[in-house]
């Protein structure tokens, strides 16, 4: 392998499938099992060394270079035939996380630790996939995520599908990851895909699911599905991932690889993956979505934070109600029992806070099947005292719903018709009878 | 048929896979499909016209009768042996719910109106696998069931057993099922089984799962699994129903008849069942369970109903944990993200209200799978903090535990160890690796 080092200038010819590509960049300060070089658009590339051709173009200090191009130059494609290709650009926007972490040897604790040139260092073939940008949004535990943080993070997608990215990987902690991709579903209209992608267990770890499920992701950031979906294990094994809509998804397990569920509707499709040979990765469509292009982008990033989720349970205190009232929450979302129901002593209460101009939207706690009101009397009570059916909305949907449909209005007839409107896949029972 | 009527005092002869009985008892207003006589115990049991053959002992107003006896004698077995047997006594307790509703046709609404008697008079079979006795303890819809009424219905499960039922039958409404199945685990320790039933449609319509439901209940109630469990269909089709440990189950879709499951955990068996053929029915066990008559009956009905459960979700305000010491909680139970985990700035709030005494349980909104604070820095500081993991127990057994355990003492040191300790078989973790 051609000797280079730090800040030295370099031109790296790697073959793909569909012909050579050649790279240039600025060496970074560690090479080790990854090449990571900074391209002059100011984003990195992660290379295999073994895999690639090198060659010093500037030595640092030289006073030579820069004259190059970020990428692209395809020399001769399979079968001698030349032709122009490149790799499609993907952002990668860390916002941290177990993908983005590693075992703190100290503690035994895991945090969040890796940039996303950590990231393109740990799983190379990202960089024969694509060309790749990365940024690191944030650093945190997803517990720690908020409205306030999706609200950057939208920014950030938009600028980056607007500066030319052709898709987007968040990578993002598993922990509130659905709520994101709800959130993230409703603030960026996408001409692109906007994949979400974590893992269970951290990329030091045996066991890890981090590698395949963000190979899985560059897969679905590259196809055609330009929507907001979750990418991660669809099975124990390492043999597919599942590609759901972020509306529809569930973290339903606390630490198994594949704990993540479309519920009330099928995944949008499969990513068959085999650790032996990334060529063999393979899209399988399990339900329509959006095209790439389909719509243009948009961001509609105004939220309501003061949106609260409150379950109920046998002897709940209704009270509980004007606590949040008095916090100055501004819409509330139930998590009711069976087909959405409170006990009878909650239904004045209710009434109460619909007249105040808060919106109470009724989901069921079963996660699984359609809220409908109309069966029994307590149902028919709640409708009466003005409450929004959420359908068979996730109750994590529904709340991040109505925080940004409170964004858009505020006027109760609009609020009412938009909560019960079909936006971004969040309501399956529209369209399909159960 | 033999005519009679309402008044008259009639012997019921009825083949049984193991011989004849006779019954003995007063004929009711009604005769339908079912025939419901009152036995002298004061007892109903519902009978198939056809089946039996019918004998007028006395006519109302004859001053005969009364002579009789409850049930029993037995005549002629298979095979022409005459031998002693009698059906097993089992007490229905009726609490309302969907299983004893049916359609107001005016409103189109379901509401509770069957009393025991009726239940019977709609599921015949019933009186063929057992001596029936019925109680209405409750006509409620079951979102409205609540701690006191657990222990109102925990009491008269006691009395029943107390004079001979040889099992429970509980009918409820499916919605809060699981709340009261784990309340009765931790209430009653019974030699008899307990067993919870509902249905999800109710049973004037079609699709009814209410008779199906009911029988398994009644071959479950006449077995040798004394614990408390729920029987529900255990698929779409009428092929079987689960047998649910009452720590274990969680309704998890608002409509379908298939909607209970067992969560971080086996059920603890099968009933198959054949509509064609009642004698077809066969249990299928799964898991070890107590056995009948291996524990002493007990009634330990003391509870907190001052326990909340609270649901964490993006950017929640940890304000809100003060709102429910303000309104007297005495104890919270967390539905935190993945192994558990509520954001950074909850963690002094979840302090303040462990250092007034009152005890935070944290368990996950994944459902499946174990609570484990020792991975993150979160979860290790909510442990640092005098948070109690709540391993793999649903948040709604934890919250019914809670309440069950504060019962029993105040005592913080008391109240921890109660909550780690696998009672009811509500942690599995404990004893089964994942």
Redesign the interface.
């Known amino acids: 392998m051609t000797e280079f080092r730090e800040g030295d200038r370099i031109r790296v010819r790697k073959g793909t499938e569909r012909g050579e590509v050649v790279y240039e960049g600025q060496c970074p300060p560690t090479v080790s099992r990854t090449l990571v070089i900074k391209l002059d658009s100011g984003y990195n590339i992660g290379l295999t060394p073994e895999h690639v051709e090198i060659e010093v173009i500037s030595r640092l200090g030289s006073g030579k270079g820069k004259e190059g191009m970020d990428e692209v130059v395809e020399k001769k494609g399979e079968k001698g035939r030349v032709r122009e290709e490149r790799l499609p650009v993907l952002s990668i926007l860390s916002t941290g996380g177990t993908i983005a972490s590693k075992v703190d040897y100290r503690?035994?604790?895991?945090?969040p630790q890796f940039s996303t040139e950590d990231i393109l260092e740990a799983i190379p073939e990202l960089g024969n996939m694509a060309t790749i940008r990365g940024k690191v949004v944030y650093s945190i535990?997803?517990?720690?995520?908020?409205?306030?943080y999706w609200k950057k993070l939208a920014a950030e997608i938009y600028n980056e599908i607007k500066n030319g990215a052709e898709g987007i990987i968040v990578t993002h902690?598993?922990?509130?990851m659905g709520?994101?991709a709800a959130a993230l579903s409703f603030m960026v209209r996408t001409p692109v895909p906007i994949v979400l992608v974590g893992s269970q267990r951290s990329s030091d770890r045996p066991s890890s699911d981090a590698t395949m499920n963000a190979i899985c992701a560059a897969k679905v950031a590259t196809s055609d599905i330009a929507e907001v979906v979750v990418v991660m294990h669809g099975s124990t094994s390492d043999d597919f991932c599942f590609i759901h809509r972020g509306t529809k998804v569930r973290?339903?397990?606390?630490?198994?690889r594949d704990?993540f569920q479309s519920i009330n509707d099928v995944p949008l499709g499969k990513v068959y993956y085999d650790a032996s040979d990334i060529r063999a990765l393979r899209i399988e469509r399990c339900s329509t979505y959006k095209k790439r292009g389909q719509q243009e982008l948009e961001l509609r990033d105004t939220l309501e934070?003061r949106c609260?989720?409150?379950?109920?349970?046998?002897?709940?205190?209704p009270?509980?109600l004007e606590?949040?009232v008095?916090?100055g929450y501004r819409g509330i979302v139930l998590?009711?029992?069976?087909?959405?129901?409170?006990?009878?002593e909650w239904i004045p209460h209710v009434a109460s806070v619909v007249e105040q101009g808060i919106p109470v939207v009724m989901t069921?706690q079963?996660?699984?099947?359609?809220?409908?009101d109309?069966?029994?009397?307590?149902g028919?009570d709640l409708l009466h005292a003005g409450i929004i059916e959420g359908e068979d909305m996730l109750p994590?949907t529904a709340?991040v719903k109505l925080m940004w449909v409170l964004g858009q209005t505020t006027d109760m007839k609009e609020v009412r018709a938009l909560m019960h409107e079909n936006l971004m896949g969040e309501i399956k029972g529209r369209r399909v009878k159960?």
């Open positions: 503690t035994g604790a895991v945090s535990l997803s517990e720690n995520m908020r409205a306030a902690g598993t922990d509130t709520y994101t973290k339903m397990h606390t630490s198994a704990a934070e609260a989720l409150i379950k109920f349970y046998p002897g709940a205190d009270g509980m606590c949040f008095e916090l998590e009711g029992t069976g087909l959405g129901h409170v006990s009878a069921s079963c996660l699984y099947g359609t809220v409908c109309r069966v029994y009397d307590t028919r994590e709340l159960e």
